[in-house]
């Protein structure tokens, strides 16, 4: 059995909705009331591994959390500070006896939890842990000899079996906590929520934004029709083929339960499930080994001589590459907050093969730039680009950015609606506007050189290379 609490605190990380919520659903279960509480990070704000469109998504969907509290009658207790003294000193005001909350797998942030849990513990205050972040907990799907999985394929075969077990995985419902939730009168006077200028961040009406309630929208159109059409489109950057879900999973403004019973539910939606798959993997790996924050998956892959070459690095963070796909992607994720998974991979590809720049680099600026930044996917992500991390692209594969345009938007139309300069250039050279006759690029008013920068590497010198680099390390046994 159990024990029960008079009043819990319910603390918010990166689960800012009401609904299939695990932590608020267990504490409506087991405490008579209920405050709703998230801990502001100055130390984390000020930091270089933050940006503006995550700034700014975490504080619009705060606000709305904060609004959907009010019209039930209850609060968002916003506080900044140092976690464990913040939290200490509300549960000691509020009498509350313990504090619930839904674990993460980033390695920091597991560390910050122990220190929490031990502060709290020593202040009186029980502490609850659940699992709500991912579908399947990282120790849910193990092979049968126990051991986690490094390979995807086999992980989604074991994965499956667990969801076909229980598709009806509970939705944890507010129907209780609402009426356990404490009234705003008891919960006090609480700041506003702050504007990311606050902290320096400036914001913009492009990046995604944030809620439960747009959320909850976007998942409504995605199952209406383009989840089953997923499988052709997902590769297409100028069409909207995929959910734009990824800001809305990472600060929890819905649930992976809510996403994988959408999956489970349309019928053709099995490439889109295993994308959410792919989340899951990411996340478990991150807590099986946390090291992969830090370095290389494959530990011979430290060896890898990178290159510091700063002009190079600029031309890749400012989208001025002249290979038109990594521009547009670059100018895509810089003004937008967000970049299409097929543009993810090729400007991941750029860096590591093409620049032979430090795959950690490209990371941290996707930190910085991305409203769905998050370690598990963007460590994957990275580490399967930079073929260092588990189940990774072979070394040998280097994307070849001209083929990769001509293959995912043909005619140019996603790198004509980022780069305006390649508007009137002919669809045979939208992807290589190097080629093109002088009389046709001056008609076009894209001159290579002067109204758009020539290639800052040559592709095949660039891949022969990379090959070099990495084959001399990655090959041996
Ligand atoms: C170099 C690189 C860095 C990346 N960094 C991140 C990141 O920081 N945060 C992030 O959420 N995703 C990251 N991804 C994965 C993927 O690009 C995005 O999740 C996807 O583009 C988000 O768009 P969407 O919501 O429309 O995705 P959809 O195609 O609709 O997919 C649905 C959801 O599945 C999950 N998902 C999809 N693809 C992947 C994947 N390959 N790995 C893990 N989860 C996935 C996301 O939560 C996504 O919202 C990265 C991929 C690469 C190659």
Redesign the pocket.
């Known amino acids: 059995m159990s024990e029960r609490f008079g009043h819990g605190i319910v603390w918010m990380r990166r689960d800012l909705r009401l609904d299939d919520h695990a932590a608020l659903a267990t504490a409506a279960e087991r405490c008579e009331r209920i405050t709703c509480v998230f801990v502001l990070d100055p130390g984390l704000l000020r930091s270089d591994r933050i940006g503006a469109p995550i700034v700014q998504f975490f504080f619009d969907s705060l606000a709305v959390l904060r609004e959907q509290l009010r019209s039930l009658g209850s609060d968002l207790a916003l506080l900044e500070g140092d976690f464990a003294a913040e939290l200490a000193g509300f549960a000691q005001r509020s009498g509350a006896q313990a504090v619930f909350y839904n674990e993460d797998t980033d390695p920091a942030m597991r560390a910050r939890d122990a220190s929490v849990t031990r502060a709290l513990a020593s202040a009186g205050c029980a502490v609850v842990a659940l699992s709500d972040l991912v579908y399947a907990a990282a120790a849910d799907v193990l092979q049968d000899s126990g051991k986690f999985y490094t390979v995807y394929t086999p992980y989604r075969r074991k994965w499956n079996m667990l969801a076909h077990a229980r598709p009806q995985l509970p939705i944890p419902s507010l129907r209780l906590a609402r009426r356990r939730l404490c009234p705003a009168s008891a919960i006090g006077a609480t700041p506003d929520v702050p504007r990311p200028e606050a902290y320096g961040y400036a914001s913009s009406e492009r990046f995604p934004r944030g809620g439960s309630d747009e959320a909850a929208a976007l998942l409504r159109t995605?199952a209406a029709g383009p989840i089953t059409a997923?499988a052709d489109e997902?590769n297409l950057p100028a069409r909207e083929?995929?959910?734009?879900?990824?800001?809305?999973?990472?600060a929890g403004t819905i649930g992976i339960r809510t996403?994988v019973a959408a999956a489970l539910h349309a019928t053709g939606a099995d490439a889109?499930l295993g994308?959410?798959v792919?989340?899951d993997?990411?996340h478990q790996l991150l807590v099986h080994v946390p090291r992969v924050a830090d370095e290389p998956f494959v530990l011979k892959a430290k060896a890898i001589a990178y290159r510091d070459d700063g002009d190079a690095w600029r031309a890749w963070c400012s989208g001025t590459t002249g290979y038109p796909i990594v521009d547009a992607a670059m100018l895509q994720l810089n003004t937008t907050g967000?970049?299409?998974?097929r543009l993810?991979?090729i400007?991941?590809s750029f860096l590591t093969k093409h620049l032979l720049l430090d795959y950690r680099r490209?990371?941290r600026y996707?930190?910085q730039h991305?409203a769905?930044?998050?370690?598990?996917?963007?460590?994957?992500?990275?580490q399967?680009?930079a073929s260092t991390g588990t189940d990774a692209a072979p070394y040998f594969r280097v994307f070849n950015p001209t083929l990769q345009g001509k293959t995912y938007d043909p005619g140019g139309t996603f790198v004509r609606s980022m780069v305006p300069v390649l508007a009137r250039v002919p669809d045979r050279y939208v992807h290589e506007p190097w080629t093109m006759p002088p009389l046709i690029a001056l008609e076009a008013g894209c001159v290579v050189g002067r109204d758009y920068p020539a290639p800052i590497v040559d592709h095949a010198a660039a891949r022969t290379r990379a090959l070099l680099a990495y084959g001399s390390i990655l090959s041996r046994s």
């Open positions: 995605f997923y997902r083929g995929t959910s734009r879900l990824s800001p809305h999973l990472r996403c889109w994308e959410l792919w989340r993997f990411y967000w970049m299409h998974n993810r991979m400007v991941a490209g990371e996707f930190e991305l769905d930044a998050d370690v598990a996917a963007n460590n994957g992500g990275w399967w680009s």
